[in-house]
Every structure is written in C-alpha cells, then in structure tokens.
Nanobody, 124 residues
Framework: QVQVVESGGGLVQAGGSLRLSCAAS????????MGWFRQAPGKEREFVTA????????HYTDSVKGRFTISKDNAKTTVYLQMNSLEPEDTAVYYC?????????????????WGQGTQVTVSS
C-alpha cells in the first residue's frame, strides 16, 4: 500500500512564507518524479513544480518561478516545497504526487499516487 502524506499548510499573510512537506511510504521508492499540484476553489488542479529522483533536476510553472523551491531528502523519501513571497492567488489545496516514470510531466493524469492535500491560505 502506497501512502503519500502532505503537511505544513496553514494561513499566512501576503509576502510571507510556508514550507510544505511530502513523505512517501509503503513500498520501495527508488525512481520516478515527485510533484506538487494545487487546486483553488472553482478551478482545475494545476501543476506547480516537480523534482526527479536524484533531486538534481526540477521543473516549475511560470507563476511560481523565483518564489517557490522544491527539494528532496533522498534518505527519507521526502519532498519539500518552500514557498516565499506568497500571494493571495497562491491560495489553494496543495497536493503531492508520485509519478513512476522518470520523465517529467505536468498533467495530473501522469501521476500514480496522491496525497490527501493540505490547505494553504494567503490573506491580503
């Protein structure tokens, strides 16, 4: 049984920072892509960022470049999302997901396992 669990969401003022964590467990994870998506009320789930298994390659959506940083702790199979300079438009439920393929993908359908999501609310 695969488990993907996010943590670290909360309420923050515009301009502030939050750090999300994502832990994967339940099987031997040794490859693939770990990604973050978000879904705001009334909107479709959208790709935010992803990192490959070695942690050496990353991909970001344009709206978060320079503000968000994804990183990976290989020893713990844990992925982090450092979010700085947060804006009210970043308010959403943030989901972590794992993709078995070693190639990057931005479509949510390309990811095999998902966490339950964590709420991030940015007040103006």
């Amino acid at each position: 049984q695969v488990q993907v669990v996010e943590s670290g969401g909360g309420l923050v003022q515009a301009g502030g920072s939050l750090r999300l964590s994502c832990a994967a467990s339940g099987r031997t994870f040794s490859s693939g892509i770990m990604g973050w998506f978000r879904q705001a009320p009334g909107k479709e789930r959208e790709f935010v960022t992803a990192i490959n298994w070695s942690g050496l390659s990353t991909h970001y959506t344009d709206s978060v470049k320079g503000r968000f940083t994804i990183s990976k702790d290989n020893a713990k199979t844990t992925v982090y999302l450092q979010m700085n300079s947060l804006e009210p438009e970043d308010t959403a439920v943030y989901y972590c997901a794992w993709r078995q393929s070693p190639y990057f993908a931005t479509a949510s359908t390309g990811y095999n396992y998902w966490g339950q999501g964590t709420q991030v609310t940015v007040s103006s």
